[in-house]
């Protein structure tokens, strides 16, 4: 079955820290990956995606994630988070007619 | 240019009622999507409509649930007979070219409320 997996429904950070959020996926096909944020009172946005070439891929606001094949997972990163960062981050898998999302992970950055 | 627009925005229905929501997706855009965000769930797949093609409604969950798009723009889900777990955020989504994996421009949903 196609799924996909985020581990941390809930992250709180301290302004400055490093950000990891796991996301895992089960898929059959050519895998399409992407993570989707949504910021406080706004709608869903695309915050980065991979479809072939270099694992590491670099979205807007110095987000980055990396797709590793062998362990199916996609997990994003940010060196150091800002406020400004607090929203709810959805990875996503499929192809271009439907996407499949995770649950979403909440993220708030304390001052 | 203008996003993606839904209406109502909110909407409160009593159970059996039918409701209907609306979605005015970027001009230009060939492709429309429906999901539906439940409390603490992920975006749950709806339906897709792309150009002229039959739409793919694999993910509507049951038969009170259904959706057209009129000339290839606008969209409208109906929902019949609501239910109290039909209660949920429900997102429309369009994309210029899907075949070339064009991102997903989402609006900013109506929330159903049914009581």
């Known amino acids: 079955a196609q799924s996909v997996s985020q581990h941390n429904h809930h992250v709180i950070l301290s302004e400055a820290a490093s950000l990891e959020l796991g996301c895992n996926y089960s898929?059959?096909?050519?895998?399409?990956l992407f993570w989707y944020v949504q910021y406080p009172g706004q709608h869903l946005q695309l915050l980065l995606k991979y479809f072939s070439g270099d694992p590491l891929v670099k979205g807007i606001k110095g987000f980055e994630a990396e797709f590793i094949k062998s362990k199916f997972s996609f997990n994003l990163r940010k060196p150091s988070v800002q406020w400004s960062d607090t929203a709810e981050y959805f990875c996503a898998v499929g192809g271009y007619n439907k996407l499949i999302f995770g649950a979403g992970t909440r993220l708030a950055v304390h001052p | 240019g203008a996003g993606v627009s839904q209406s109502p925005s909110n909407k409160v229905t009593e159970k059996g009622k039918d409701v209907e929501l609306r979605c005015d997706p970027i001009?230009?855009?060939?492709?429309l999507y429906w999901y539906r965000q439940s409390l603490g769930q992920g975006l749950e797949f709806l339906i897709y409509?792309?150009?002229?093609?039959?739409?793919?409604k694999s993910g509507l969950p049951s038969d009170r649930f259904s959706a057209e798009r009129t000339g290839g723009s606008v969209s409208t889900l109906t929902i019949q007979r609501t239910q109290q777990e039909d209660s949920a955020v429900y997102l429309c989504a369009s994309s210029l070219d899907p075949s070339r994996n064009s991102p997903l421009h989402f609006g900013n949903g109506t929330r159903l409320t049914v009581t």
């Open positions: 001009s230009g855009h060939t492709a």
């Open positions: 898929y059959g096909g050519t895998v399409n």
């Open positions: 409509f792309q150009g002229n093609s039959a739409p793919d």
